[in-house]
């Protein structure tokens, strides 16, 4: 059996005729839950059993809150977790994380938002790093301050390079908060 992870837009555009249609079932995967994201932490050390390494209820919230729910992006976060945790006997606490915090954010770094943040020209690279102080939604009217003429076209290209996301008509966001968060981290120094 054959799993492909992928973005919803992958299939879009091919014919039912081909292979990449015909011979994938598809299912989207929304994001979880906080029940559902508890259970995709702890099943898979269950199913390894391994009883030395615990998440306990709070970092767990902390979890569902920096991912979103995001399977990917929890995923990513246990991953370095389970990397950045140094002892043998591990419990995963609200302080383990935000000790080790900075780490997992520098190899989200390297491995995602670097090459997410590659995409873009100079010029939509300054957008994104000014538009990163603003609120987590922010309008065509706010993204005027930092951009001379109408910041329509770089909005829409940064859309369509899947960086920013509408969220409703003349509203945006960044497609994930974690970029948002690389990009403030980044501008303040902490990231090379």
């Known amino acids: ?69 995001h399977p990917y992006f929890l995923k990513l976060l246990c991953h370095y977790i389970f990397r950045n945790a140094h002892a043998s006997k591990t419990i995963v606490t609200r302080e383990l994380l935000e000790t080790i915090y900075p780490e997992i954010l520098l190899s989200l770094a390297q491995d995602r938002f670097s090459s997410d943040l590659q995409i873009a020209t100079d010029k939509e690279q300054s957008l994104l790093f000014a538009c990163s102080q603003l609120a987590d939604e922010f309008t065509l009217s706010d993204i005027k301050q930092f951009i001379s003429g109408n910041p329509n076209e770089h909005v829409r290209r940064l859309v369509s390079k899947e960086l920013l996301i509408q969220v409703k008509r003349g509203c945006y966001s960044f497609y994930h908060p974690l970029f948002k968060e690389f990009l403030l981290f980044k501008m303040s120094g902490k990231l090379s």
């Open 1 to 69: 059996m054959s799993i492909l992870a992928c973005k919803p837009v992958f299939f879009y555009g091919t014919k039912t005729i081909e292979p990449t249609s015909r011979f994938w079932h598809k299912l989207l995967l929304m994001p979880f839950d906080l029940n559902e994201t508890k259970d995709a932490i702890l099943k898979p050390l269950q199913h390894h059993k391994i009883i030395d390494f615990v998440f306990d209820e709070e970092a767990i919230e902390i979890l569902f809150a920096k991912s979103k729910g």
